[in-house]
């Protein structure tokens, strides 16, 4: 990614702002119950990692976010699973930020979880629900997201929903010339380039 210099502090309004679908839910699920379990940690963690939130930050914005939670047991049960993320222990492995691929068609989430995509994981009726509580769709936006997902093209879908919250032309994509969203960390340094170009 870009080298922004993203502190801890910063990060719940960047994934308000810049984030897709997937990660706003995770960011807001995080703000909401002080919490995430396991394969949202994963997904949330990495993504914010290759956003460029470097170890020391990222371990601040964690205990901050389990704002409920002794400083013992993040750091006896979170501390470590945080650093393997940065390849600062166990294997050492500097694991890389999951793909829309990835995230699709691996570690299906069951009904209390939070973490894969928002338009194959979710029901019609929550996905709709939450396209217009979070981004306010009108009703025409929300049927062409919802018939994209119906005919299995999720990354169609969070493509669109990409132009319709930046006011990108129909069929411009990420990029201007058609890109598709394929992995979290492109469409969020895409919409970044927007704001700031
Ligand atoms: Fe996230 Fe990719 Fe799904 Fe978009 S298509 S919500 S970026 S997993």
Known sequence: GEAIQIRAEMVNALIKKHAPMCMRQLGQTLE??????????????LFLKEMGVTIEQALVFWRRSFANMTDDKFTKEYKYNIRHNYGLEGKRVDYPARSCARIITQDTPGPQDNHG???????????????????????????????????????????????????????????????????????????WKIEHE
């Open 32 to 45: 909401e119950r002080k919490h995430l379990k396991y394969q949202g940690r994963m997904q949330f963690g």
């Open 117 to 191: 995509c928002p338009f194959r994981h979710y029901s019609p009726q929550n996905l709709s629900a939450s396209l217009s509580s979070t981004y306010q769709l009108n009703s025409q936006q929300s049927s062409e997201i919802l018939a994209s997902v119906k005919a299995g093209h999720y990354h169609v879908a969070c493509t669109r929903l990409f132009e319709i919250t930046h006011k990108v032309q129909k069929g411009k994509g990420l990029d201007g010339n058609g890109e598709s969203v394929s992995h979290p960390n492109r469409y969020f340094e895409k919409s």
